[in-house]
């Protein structure tokens, strides 16, 4: 079975300081994985997604991540952030295929950025 | 990607009885999803709608308490039938696209508040 760790629950930070918020993820067979963005009061939103080739993917609103397989890590990081990021980020893993594969998430991190 | 819309966006509703939210999409897409996310949590499955078949839904979910129609390829409904506080939660249509990517997108959420 698949599963998500997000090791923080919690991210506090100052406008215009860089962000990590750490994932893990344990699987048995190769993946694809995902950073989702939820705004308050809105839906998921995909801010980016691995799913082969180079392992730095860049994604929406200056965002990026890395996916290292050796350490089975996905860490979203943004260089400097800005208070319209605060909201939650769920990091989320399923089966690399062609088809459809259940989406297995993590419990999320709350990004609170504070001027 | 694509563009998913609900109805409605949020409501409040009185224990034993039932709302209906609708999903709409912009494409024609084989496989929706409905979600529940309670507050302060991550994303439940709760089933997967395909068009032409009776939905499949997760452990911890059954039909009489959450039936699912799926008339069409760009449109589907969950009903919360016999609601109690314990229902109040964020529900959300998702689909899945394999053109592109194998993603999923997910649409805005319905806020339900039961009193």
């Known amino acids: 079975a698949q599963s998500v760790t997000q090791l923080d629950s919690q991210v506090p930070v100052f406008e215009e300081a860089p962000v990590e918020l750490r994932c893990n993820y344990s699987?048995?067979?190769?993946?694809?994985l995902f950073w989702y963005v939820q705004y308050p009061n809105q839906g998921l939103q995909l801010l980016l997604k691995?799913?082969?080739?180079?392992?730095l993917v860049k994604g929406i609103n200056g965002f990026e991540a890395e996916f290292n397989k050796s350490q089975t890590s996905f860490h979203l990081r943004k260089p400097s952030v800005h208070i319209s990021d605060t909201a939650e980020y769920f990091c989320?893993?399923?089966?690399?295929?062609?088809?459809?594969?259940?989406?297995?998430f993590g419990a999320g991190t709350r990004l609170a950025v504070h001027p | 990607s694509a563009v998913i819309s609900q109805k409605p966006s949020r409501d409040i509703c009185q224990r034993g009885t039932s709302l209906t939210i609708q999903c709409q999409v912009d494409?024609?897409?084989?496989?929706m999803f409905w979600y529940r996310q309670q507050p302060g949590q991550s994303l439940t499955l709760i089933a997967t709608?395909?068009?032409?078949?009776?939905?499949?839904?997760e452990s911890g979910f059954v039909i009489d308490k959450f039936p699912i129609s799926r008339p069409n390829l760009t449109f589907s409904t969950l009903t919360v039938s016999n609601m109690s506080p314990e229902d109040s939660s964020i529900y959300l249509c998702?689909?899945?696209?394999?053109?592109?990517?194998?993603?999923?997108?997910f649409g805005p959420g319905t806020r339900l508040l039961v009193l």
């Open positions: 699987s048995s067979v190769s993946v694809y």
């Open positions: 494409s024609q897409v084989t496989m």
């Open positions: 709608a395909n068009q032409g078949s009776e939905a499949t839904y």
């Open positions: 989320a893993v399923t089966t690399a295929s062609g088809g459809y594969n259940k989406l297995i």
């Open positions: 998702s689909v899945f696209l394999s053109s592109g990517g194998s993603t999923q997108y």
């Open positions: 691995y799913l082969s080739g180079s392992t």
